[in-house]
Every structure is written in C-alpha cells, then in structure tokens.
C-alpha cells in the first residue's frame, strides 16, 4: 500500500482555469503538508495541517486553499491558475514535528499550466 | 531566521569516487537532521537522520553525522555508483513545536561510469 498518495500524477490545464490535487495518506499521522518545487527543484513549504488545524500558512497567493476533510487527507485547490503556478506540487505527511520525525512523500503532482 | 545551506551543485563524479556533500544549518532549539533522496521523475525519500548531537545516521553505504559545535551534517559515501545519481537534500525539524520541516536547496548529483 502506498503510505501517501497524490493524484494526478499529471496535470495539464489552461490559465484561468480551477484545479484540485487530492492527497491521502494511511499512516495514521497527525501532520500534513503541500510543498511546492520549482524548476531548480528548490522545495517549498506552502502549508501545514496538524489535525485538521492550519497550522502554517506562507506566504503563498490566496487562490491556493487547502482544505482537509479528516486526519488522512489534505486538498489543494487552486483557483484562476496562473503560468507561474507551473511546477511540481508535493504532499507529505509525518507524526508531527514535536517528535522530530520525519516525513514521507507522495509521488507529486507536476502542475503545467499553458 | 531558521535554515539549511548546502553545497551547490550540480556535482560530477566518476565511479567508486568518494562524496561529501555539505550541509549546514541555522536553527534555535534542538532540531532533528535528515538527508532526503529525489531520484529522477519520483517524489522524496528520508536517506537518513539524526536526532540528537553527535548520533551518526547511516544507510546503504551513505553516513552523516550530528556535529552541533559547527551547525553541520555532511552527507559522505566511500564509493558512489551511476544509481546514486538523485538530487540531495539536507533538512531540519524540531522537536518542541508544530512547525515545519525545512530543506535545503538541493545537491545534483551525477555518477558517470
């Protein structure tokens, strides 16, 4: 079983338009996370979920909205994307930074906006 | 503010040479240090950790070491093969706070036969 998981993989779409990418993971952790990657592949945190709570929000535009419906999953929508949203989007989870645990990655999403 | 610096890439060696890869950080409190792996086309993977000063994290044949005295956790491998061609990251948590898991910017590294 894939411990998280993203889809799509791939994600092709036009400016203006709406998206969401779907994240779940069943390791029972308390903590989630999107991460953005750059074409440099520097990573990015955009936000974090600690129980359903926000936790960390950057400073990311606010036509991305995570939302998290329960302990296992955390969304992301993106509304009016835009060309410079292009990018490879990483979902992770862990026990919770408190532990000073480590997270896992899902596979990303490559996010191509045209 | 809290971060990790690393080497900058991209890195090039031959076959069976030896790797170091430089990583230093700047953080307040007692963070936990990891190496992650990015292999082509595929999402990150923990390498290795260390959780506390002077712990030696090890793993297929890759060794780092907690050296809280000089803020550093340098990533070394005796003999690297064309597979361990990935990018490397050097990342932090800490233990006393639902914060974060920052990551450096990344090493490309490229092992030629």
């Known amino acids: 079983d894939t411990a998280v998981s993203q889809t799509p993989k791939y994600l092709v779409t036009q400016m203006g338009n709406d998206k969401s990418i779907k994240c779940e993971q069943n390791?029972?952790?308390?903590?989630m996370y999107w991460y953005k990657q750059d074409s440099k592949k520097f990573l990015k945190i955009m936000f974090s979920?600690?129980?359903?709570?926000?936790?960390i929000n950057e400073t990311v535009p606010n036509r991305f909205s995570p939302k998290s419906p329960d302990k296992a999953h955390l969304n992301l929508h993106i509304n009016s994307l835009e060309l410079g949203d292009s990018a490879v989007y990483f979902c992770?989870?862990?026990?919770?930074?408190?532990?000073?645990?480590?997270?896992?990655f899902g596979q990303g999403t490559r996010l191509t906006v045209v | 503010g809290d971060s990790v610096t690393q080497m900058e890439g991209p890195v090039t060696l031959s076959e069976e040479a030896f790797l170091t890869i430089n990583c230093t950080y700047t953080?307040?409190?007692?963070?936990?240090l990891f190496w992650y792996v990015q292999y082509p086309g595929e999402g990150l993977q923990l390498l290795l950790k260390?959780?506390?000063?002077?712990d030696k994290g090890s793993n297929k044949g890759f060794e780092a070491t907690y050296r809280k005295e000089t803020t550093s956790f340098h990533l070394e491998k005796g003999s690297v093969q064309v597979s361990d061609s990935a990018v490397y990251f050097c990342?932090?948590?800490?233990?006393?706070?639902?914060?974060?898991?920052?990551f450096g910017p990344g090493t490309s590294l490229s092992v030629i036969p």
């Open positions: 992770a989870s862990s026990q919770g930074p408190r532990t000073g645990a480590e997270a896992f």
């Open positions: 390791l029972g952790h308390d903590t």
């Open positions: 979920y600690n129980n359903k709570e926000l936790i």
């Open positions: 953080a307040t409190g007692y963070p936990s």
């Open positions: 260390a959780t506390k000063a002077d």
């Open positions: 990342a932090l948590s800490w233990k006393t706070s639902y914060d974060k898991v920052i």
